[in-house]
């Protein structure tokens, strides 16, 4: 069997549930890291991908690849949304997502909930692209517990709210239970829309099952699991599922709009968003 040099620098994210492991050359030590309460979080330099940021030995992104995540966890549900105005994002501590968020010109806050200051702290210095809009004043960067933040919010507050978050261990544990979804349902108006990342559609397909089935019994009409490629996780292919609160059907996107939008994209377009509702025959027979 083939082995990987052994003085040469690997990282490797080994992943249990799919018994498989993804390794990256690398161009020297780790960059850094941070112990928190919370979790262990590592940044290393790439050969190849540029840097990649790591939580508990998972990887979360890479500089490389990190815009497929980003453009589908948020386009596709900020063009469902006839005029997106207030956005939550509960995670997404490294700012890709809310960078996304603020592109669209109908947004007038979106507020970030991040239970760990330091993957903001460490995502400023190595992937500071990621976090050139966080002075935008739209923008509102909070460090707290995004459960009893969601349990706080008014009702009927917010139009779109993302959960881009570490796989559903540890912190995030709470964010795939049933009690979260129903606090979004409360939190959103009538037309709006939660998003949430939901693991590899290969791998994961009873947890997404069970977002789902949280999602529909919190009282979302239309939903559905977008997937996209996404090399840097396991199995390299990745989900972000999309529920909307009211009669309307996601099939009905603003087409027009994103077909003209004001910003460029390097994944998303309306012809993906069109392609990935219609969910792959293999996904549709595994949920039902
Ligand atoms: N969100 C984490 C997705 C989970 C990756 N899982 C894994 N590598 N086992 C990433 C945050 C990007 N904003």
Known sequence: MPMLPEHDLWFSEIHEPSGTAQSWYLTAQRLDERRTPFQHIEIFATRTYGRLMSIDGCVMLTTRDNFLYHEMMTHPALFSHHNPQHAVIIGGGDCGTLKEVLRHKSIQSAVQIDIDEQVTRLAELYFPELCESNGDPRAQLLFEDGLAWIKGADDASADIIIIDSTDPVGP??????????EQCFRVLRDGGLMVQQSESP???QQLIKG???????????????????????????????????GERSLDEFRYTDARNKSFTTLYYTPEVHQGTLREPPFLVKALT
């Not at 995030?172 to 009690?179: D, K, Y």
């Not at 789902?212 to 599922?241: E, H, K, V």
Request: glycine content about 14%; overall charge positive.
């Open 172 to 181: 995030a544990e709470g964010l795939f239970g049933p009690g979260f979804v």
């Open 202 to 204: 290969l791998v994961h």
């Open 211 to 245: 977002i789902r089935g949280n999602m529909i019994a919190a009282g979302f009409a239309d939903l559905r699991t977008l997937g996209f490629p996404q090399p840097c996780y396991p199995s390299g292919w990745w989900s972000a599922t999309l529920a909307m609160k």
